[in-house]
């Protein structure tokens, strides 16, 4: 609340001052009284010690008329008493009708110290008086004789209630002054208190633009100064934090391996992108339990090995959706504060091997069938080598059989080494593909010239069909040719009847994005016995046969479609194939338009 500091010392200070006048005004009062009665009690002495002098000696009845006298000069109520206490003479009353004073605390001191003086009411004249009483000492006469002379004190009090206000207003004045003085100076503290308040307020809010700015070299000018600096360097440290939070955030969000933070109960608290297609779950899994939410048993179990080894852990899952995929997956601790060793949660990254693993799978499948292939044709040779050794080399007539056989399968293993190398030398980059402007129909041409002899001997044709406006096609002639010859002779090798033909014309292809982009298609169509629709998957890898019989009775090395595929891949074009069985097969080479 505004102000709040400020009324409370307001009301302090007026509880203080109300305090001081009170006290003050009490003292001074009290003061200035005593010295009033004490004045006025000297000089009623003085005056009784003239007027006893005045008394007669010898009188009548009663001395009430010299009383009375007296009391016209001097204003004060005289009474004449003797050493018994009887009132021999009074000012203002008959002293016969008077008791007696001898137990008046006045005359009792007087007739110990010769003087005595007391205030009390008087229920004579219905005022509070001031006695005072000396006793007199007659010469011949064996008792003392008292005077006693009175005045009212409301003359004294009228006077003491004069300067007691004349006290107050005096007081009042100065404590207006110094309150004011106090309260002006207690104004700029609280408004630089508030403003400190203010500040701070903008700063809870994250609101670090504001500054303090005091004139003042005092503590509370220092204390803003220093607020002032801390929010600074409190801002630039929070920005600072947010931009390395934000680029944690970005590496975590965008890196490729899924990552889940929990606690130690398995409940997750963080994950990133990757985690949601990986799993092919929804984001926002953040609170739930990763059994619950990736249904993997194995992480459980991972989590209670961690927490009873505080290690890290890593292992092997399979995932079956949403596709089958192996991971690797790596379970570490996580400590909050590592002094005290508490542990807080498990770290869990996700990493696809599928490939890899596929990888693997091809590798061996690739050794095994590079064994095989080249098994079969050493085994021919080494044969027909040993037979001819061994005395078959005097037949010419099988021997000229057994030499054919070895040369055919020498020049199998030839092409098989040559198809290998040129895989290789393409994967790691060694043959340049260099695109020129390539005549289509020329190149065709040239394709269909190598190969007619092969078509002509099984019957069949060898036919080209090129859309009107399409001439050129930018490519590398030699690998373009390669392509088309290794796809011409399939066709050749696996057609009985009819033949391959090659179209070209204009196609639009989709790309990821649905924006349709030109390109020119190049197709090589047979009509032979097709590919069953579960084999199409397949088609490219290395050693792939369909039929490995016919294909090696055929000469085929199972690596033209590879070749084909890595040559097409190098250009940046796309391969796709078409087939159905007992329906022939079309390989279509999509070639983008630069």
Same mark, same amino acid.
């Given at each position: 609340?505004?102000? /709040? &500091?400020?009324?409370?010392?307001?009301?302090?200070?007026?509880?203080?001052?109300?305090?001081?006048?009170?006290?003050?005004?009490?003292?001074?009062?009290?003061?200035?009284?005593?010295?009033?009665? #004490?004045?006025?009690?000297?000089?009623?002495?003085?005056?009784?010690?003239?007027?006893?002098?005045?008394?007669?000696?010898?009188?009548?009845?009663? &001395?009430?008329?010299?009383?009375?006298?007296?009391?016209?000069?001097?204003?004060?109520?005289?009474?004449?008493?003797?050493?018994?206490?009887?009132? #021999? !003479?009074?000012?203002?009353?008959?002293?016969?009708?008077?008791?007696?004073?001898?137990?008046?605390?006045?005359?009792?001191?007087?007739?110990?110290?010769?003087?005595?003086?007391?205030?009390?009411?008087?229920?004579?004249?219905?005022?509070?008086?001031?006695?005072?009483?000396?006793?007199?000492?007659?010469?011949?006469?064996?008792?003392?004789?008292? &005077?006693?002379?009175?005045?009212?004190?409301?003359?004294?009090?009228?006077?003491?209630?004069?300067?007691?206000?004349?006290?107050?207003?005096?007081?009042?004045?100065?404590?207006?002054?110094?309150?004011?003085?106090?309260?002006?100076?207690?104004?700029?503290?609280?408004?630089?208190?508030?403003?400190?308040?203010?500040?701070?307020?903008?700063?809870?809010?994250?609101?670090?633009?504001?500054?303090? %700015? %005091?004139?003042?070299?005092?503590? =509370?000018?220092?204390?803003?100064?220093?607020?002032?600096?801390?929010?600074?360097?409190?801002?630039?440290?929070?920005?600072?934090?947010?931009?390395?939070?934000?680029?944690?955030?970005?590496?975590?969000?965008?890196?490729?391996? +899924?990552?889940?933070?929990?606690?130690?109960?398995?409940?997750?608290?963080?994950? *990133?992108?990757? $985690?949601?297609?990986?799993? +092919?779950?929804?984001?926002?899994?953040? !609170?739930?339990?990763?059994?619950?939410? =990736?249904?993997?048993?194995?992480?459980?179990?991972?989590?209670?090995?961690?927490?009873?080894?505080?290690?890290?852990?890593?292992?092997?899952?399979? @995932?079956?959706?949403?596709?089958?995929?192996?991971?690797?997956?790596?379970?570490?601790?996580?400590?909050?504060?590592?002094?005290?060793?508490?542990?807080?949660?498990?770290?869990?990254?996700?990493?696809?091997?599928?490939?890899?693993?596929?990888?693997?799978?091809?590798?061996?499948?690739?050794?095994?069938?590079?064994?095989?292939?080249?098994?079969?044709?050493?085994?021919?040779?080494? !044969?027909?080598?040993?037979? @001819? @050794?061994?005395?078959?080399?005097?037949?010419?007539?099988?021997?000229?059989?057994?030499?054919?056989?070895?040369? *055919?399968?020498?020049?199998?293993?030839?092409? #098989?080494?040559?198809?290998? /190398?040129?895989?290789?030398?393409?994967?790691?980059?060694?043959?340049?593909?260099?695109?020129?402007?390539?005549? /289509?129909?020329?190149?065709?041409?040239?394709?269909?010239?190598?190969?007619?002899?092969?078509?002509?001997?099984?019957?069949?044709?060898?036919?080209?069909?090129?859309?009107?406006?399409?001439?050129?096609?930018?490519?590398?002639?030699?690998?373009?040719?390669?392509?088309?010859?290794? #796809?011409?002779?399939? +066709?050749?090798? %696996?057609?009985?009847?009819?033949? $391959?033909?090659?179209?070209?014309?204009?196609?639009?292809?989709k790309t990821e994005q649905e924006e349709g982009k030109d390109c020119i298609s190049i197709s090589v169509e047979d009509t032979g016995m097709g590919i069953p629709r579960k084999h199409l998957s397949r088609l490219g890898e290395r050693f792939y046969r369909i039929d490995r019989a016919r294909s090696r009775e055929l000469g085929g090395t199972g690596l033209g479609l590879a070749i084909v595929k890595h040559i097409v891949k190098a250009h940046g074009w796309e391969m796709k194939i078409e087939s159905a069985e007992g329906q022939g097969t079309t390989v279509h080479i999509l070639c983008p338009l630069v």
């Amino acid at each position: 609340m505004k102000h /709040l &500091l400020f009324k409370k010392v307001l009301f302090v200070y007026l509880i203080i001052a109300l305090l001081l006048l009170g006290s003050l005004e009490l003292f001074l009062s009290s003061e200035v009284k005593n010295n009033y009665i #004490l004045n006025l009690r000297k000089s009623l002495v003085l005056q009784a010690r003239l007027i006893a002098d005045q008394i007669p000696a010898t009188f009548q009845n009663n &001395l009430d008329s010299f009383c009375e006298r007296v009391k016209s000069q001097t204003g004060a109520r005289v009474t004449i008493i003797d050493g018994s206490g009887k009132v #021999l !003479g009074d000012s203002d009353e008959s002293s016969e009708k008077m008791e007696n004073h001898a137990n008046r605390p006045e005359i009792r001191d007087a007739e110990i110290s010769d003087t005595g003086s007391s205030i009390r009411f008087s229920k004579t004249i219905g005022k509070n008086l001031l006695y005072v009483a000396i006793a007199i000492n007659r010469d011949g006469d064996a008792d003392k004789v008292f &005077l006693r002379l009175a005045l009212p004190l409301h003359d004294v009090e009228t006077a003491v209630d004069k300067i007691r206000i004349r006290i107050i207003l005096a007081s009042l004045a100065v404590l207006f002054l110094v309150m004011l003085i106090g309260l002006l100076q207690t104004r700029k503290i609280t408004r630089s208190l508030e403003d400190i308040a203010d500040f701070s307020k903008e700063v809870t809010k994250g609101h670090f633009q504001k500054r303090l %700015f %005091f004139k003042e070299r005092d503590e =509370l000018g220092e204390l803003g100064n220093n607020i002032s600096n801390m929010a600074q360097e409190m801002s630039a440290r929070l920005k600072q934090s947010d931009e390395e939070k934000q680029k944690m955030e970005a590496v975590l969000w965008n890196m490729s391996d +899924g990552l889940i933070l929990t606690d130690i109960k398995g409940t997750i608290i963080m994950s *990133n992108e990757a $985690v949601s297609k990986l799993f +092919g779950v929804s984001t926002g899994i953040e !609170g739930k339990t990763l059994l619950e939410t =990736l249904r993997k048993a194995e992480l459980t179990e991972f989590i209670e090995q961690v927490q009873a080894s505080r290690e890290k852990i890593s292992g092997e899952i399979t @995932l079956a959706y949403p596709r089958d995929m192996y991971l690797m997956v790596t379970a570490s601790p996580f400590y909050s504060d590592k002094a005290q060793g508490e542990l807080s949660g498990i770290v869990f990254t996700f990493h696809d091997i599928t490939r890899l693993r596929k990888l693997e799978e091809i590798r061996k499948d690739f050794v095994a069938n590079v064994s095989h292939e080249i098994k079969t044709p050493i085994t021919a040779i080494k !044969g027909f080598a040993e037979t @001819l @050794l061994e005395g078959a080399l005097d037949d010419r007539e099988h021997a000229y059989k057994f030499l054919e056989t070895i040369k *055919n399968n020498s020049e199998r293993l030839n092409s #098989l080494v040559n198809d290998l /190398l040129t895989l290789s030398r393409i994967e790691l980059g060694d043959i340049k593909i260099e695109k020129t402007d390539v005549n /289509l129909n020329e190149l065709i041409d040239t394709v269909f010239a190598t190969l007619r002899g092969k078509a002509e001997s099984k019957g069949l044709f060898l036919k080209q069909q090129i859309s009107p406006g399409i001439t050129c096609v930018k490519a590398d002639r030699d690998r373009l040719i390669q392509i088309l010859l290794n #796809l011409v002779d399939n +066709g050749i090798k %696996f057609t009985e009847k009819g033949g $391959v033909t090659i179209k070209v014309e204009s196609e639009t292809e989709k790309t990821e994005q649905e924006e349709g982009k030109d390109c020119i298609s190049i197709s090589v169509e047979d009509t032979g016995m097709g590919i069953p629709r579960k084999h199409l998957s397949r088609l490219g890898e290395r050693f792939y046969r369909i039929d490995r019989a016919r294909s090696r009775e055929l000469g085929g090395t199972g690596l033209g479609l590879a070749i084909v595929k890595h040559i097409v891949k190098a250009h940046g074009w796309e391969m796709k194939i078409e087939s159905a069985e007992g329906q022939g097969t079309t390989v279509h080479i999509l070639c983008p338009l630069v």
